[in-house]
Structures are given as C-alpha cells and as structure tokens.
C-alpha cells in the first residue's frame, strides 16, 4: 500500500480556528450567516455605504433573535436614519435597540443613546435628548465619555439654561483630548460639544484629528459631517479660505457617500461664505442647491435667507 502523499508546506491552506471551530461536543453551531450580513452592514456604514448597509441590516434582521445582533442591525440602521434626516426614527431605534443589551453591554448601550441625544438635539427635541439622558443614567456606568451629565446639559442647552450646560460639556471637551484616537464617535461627539459652547480652537483640533484617524482607519462615514464642523470652526476663527476648502472636500466625501443631511449643510455653510464675501450671485446659486426639507430642521430655510445677508440684511424672513 503506498502512502499517501505530503504535499509541500507552500501548497498547505492553513485556516483560521474561526473558519474551523465547531464549539464543543454537543452545543450547536453558532448561525454565520445573520452575524457577516450584519458584520457586512457596519463595514458597508463604515465605508460610505448607507444604502447597502441598510439592504444588509435587513436581510440580517429575520434571522436572528440576539440582542446583541439586533442592537447592531439598530445601530446601522439608525445612522442610516440620520443621513436621510428621520431624526424621531433614529430615537426610535436606538431606544429599542438600546434597552435589551443594557445590562449584558452597557458601553455599546451608552454609545446608541449618545446617538439618540444628537438626533434629539438635531430635532429640536429637547424631551428626546432628556430621555436618552435619563435612560443612560439608568446603565449606572461611570465614565462614560460622553456621559449622561453631558446629555444632560445637551437638553439643558436646548431648553434655554446655558448656565447649568456650558461647565459640563467643557469638561467632556477637556477629557476628550485624552481619548484614544482610535475611539472616534466619542471624538467626534466632544468636538461637535466643542462647537456648541464656543471653543472653536478646540473644535478644529480635535475634528482635525479625527479626520485624520478617520482616514487611517478606512471610517469614511464621518468624514463629511467632520468636513462641516471643521469648517464651521474655521469660519468662526475668520480662516474663511480655509472654511471654503473644508466645506467643498466635504460637500464632494458628502455626495459621493450618501450623506443628503450633510450635503445640504455643506451647502448652506458655502452660500454663508459666499454670502460674508459679498458674493450673491454665488450665494443665490449655493441656496437654490440646498433643496433638502425635512420637519427636523431645515438647512433650506437658512441658506434662502443668506443672499440677503449678501446685501447686508441680518434678520431671516
């Protein structure tokens, strides 16, 4: 009987244990193919996708019954639900997705409600910023970054009371410049925080190096929205050039992934620098390009007013 024969080692296919482990006698195989359609949805939000990542999460969503899994498909689909300015359904999915895994994983809970809170501030909402604020108290984690006291002040400063706000979110500014880059949404959360009580310096460091880390890390997503805030931050520190070349990068990272809210405050924030220049013709034809409405806000509105700053007329219709 001639044995059988040893293939050189160059030819061997050497799998990972994960391609290979079956789990132990008697357990049965975890389900693969709910957890890479719901993997290959936050690769594909990650990348820009928004579309894709959506058709993923739904493919994934009838075949499982994890909480963490649904939490995620939540997630993905939230953020999707931002880009198209449903800020109300974005609350929506990430309170139900939030609340089965707040006490198996309180951090990926935290992290859904945070994005609750923006979409509640981005609604005008403040009882919807209050909420994910309460229920994150609820985990009864301390250290969170940004925690429940800054969502806190997020529904303090939507609701008129600066003075209670202002102190804590400068304090989430403070300690996210000894966050890890590697943890951009807390990044990027404390910067746009920065934004809000004026300390424009702040802002423009910490989105640029996000941007930066963004890059690095193959996260197209927040690419456009850091583009906005950087540019805001740069007009306000009077770098107007430089505001006009972030918001243009931006506008094109914008259109070509998907991001319609984005677009239109790219938009809107070129028509105000035309519209500071002097510029109206520029600034007519940079509104009439913001045709995004949507009942949580609506960029329109501000950039139709912006020809007649143009003309030195200060106060919206």
Known sequence: MRPAPRWPARWTIRWP????RTGAPGTARPPRRPRRLIAAAG?????????AASALAGQGQPLTTEPGALAEIARVRAWVAMERGAMHRVHELVVAG?????????????AMLRLGAVAGWWAGDSKLVQ????????????GLIPGPDALQAMADLLAGRPAAAVPRLAEVVAAARHVPPEQLAVRFYAANMALLIGDFDSAHDLMLSTAQACRTQGVIRFLAPLSLGLSCANFCLTRFRAATETATEGLRLAEDTGQPVRVAGLYSMLALLAAIAGDE??????????AWTASCCSPRRWSCSRPRISRGGWSPR
């Open 17 to 20: 244990a994960s391609r290979t």
């Open 43 to 51: 690769a594909a939000l990650d990348a820009g996708r928004p579309e």
């Open 98 to 110: 939030a609340g089965p895994i707040a006490g198996s994983d309180p951090l990926a809970a935290a």
């Open 131 to 142: 909420d994910a604020a309460d229920r994150m108290t609820g985990l009864g984690r301390s």
């Open 281 to 290: 013709p520029r600034c007519t034809e940079l509104a009439s390009s913001c």
